[in-house]
């Protein structure tokens, strides 16, 4: 039997689960114990198991095929960094790229607002749109998130600021993935949208404060 701390189940199973996949213990594409051995393994309720599952399928490390069950994903073996990115993204790494993210991104929005012509306005908003439209989806709402911080780094027109989200966009897929499910996406999506508008006022000093009010939030949400 795994030994699993109480403070946060879900968390704690996944967490236990993903290291299973990344040292091999479950290897690619086999499939998965079910979810009464799983129950049994690590000591918890069926709610906490399928809550574990769903996230670890949301983040592409197991897939489910109806009336088989849950399968280590094939897809993981044509990245050969995914592994390390997964066994790695724990919340105090999530916060190490928060605060990252709370320097340049904050940057990036100052400079967006100054810089941006009508192209890359139109690619903000509907980045910002399709987060708005995927609250209830945190994986679809990861996607349009990271898609919205890499259009106002482009339209920054800092290529260093671009460059830099397009070399850790990898890394940066699992962490909206991680953030979003641990911290929601509802007040998320309203911060995007009022710094959109600030980017199409052209109001720099506005966008840099919401962006950096906005990644602050999300660190503090994940240090309760």
Not at 124 to 140: G, H, L, Y
Request: net charge neutral.
């Amino acid at each position: 039997m795994i030994q699993v701390a109480k403070k946060n189940l879900v968390t704690e199973v996944y967490s236990q689960m993903k290291n299973q996949i990344v040292s091999g213990v479950w290897p690619l594409g086999s499939k998965l114990p079910s979810e009464s051995e799983l129950v049994n393994t690590f000591n918890v309720s069926r709610n906490t198991i399928r809550g574990a599952l769903h996230k670890l399928g949301a983040i592409g490390m197991i897939e489910t095929r109806h009336g088989s069950g849950s399968y280590v994903s094939r897809t993981m073996a044509n990245n050969d960094t995914s592994a390390m990115q997964f066994e790695f993204l724990s919340k105090s790494r999530i916060v190490d790229i928060l605060e990252y993210r709370r320097i340049v991104d904050a940057e990036c929005a100052y400079y967006a607002a100054l810089r941006r012509d009508l192209d890359d306005l139109n690619q903000i908003r509907a980045a910002a749109q399709r987060m708005m439209d995927n609250v209830e989806d945190f994986q679809k709402y990861s996607e349009a998130d990271l898609d919205f911080h890499i259009c106002i780094a482009k339209a920054s027109k800092n290529e260093v600021f671009y460059s830099a989200i397009i070399t850790i966009k990898q890394t940066l897929e699992t962490h909206f993935v991680e953030m979003n499910y641990n911290i929601g996406t509802h007040f998320s999506a309203k911060d995007h949208w009022n710094i959109y508008q600030a980017i199409e006022q052209k109001d720099p000093d506005l966008a840099k404060l919401l962006m950096s009010r906005n990644i602050e939030r999300s660190m503090q949400v994940l240090s309760e």
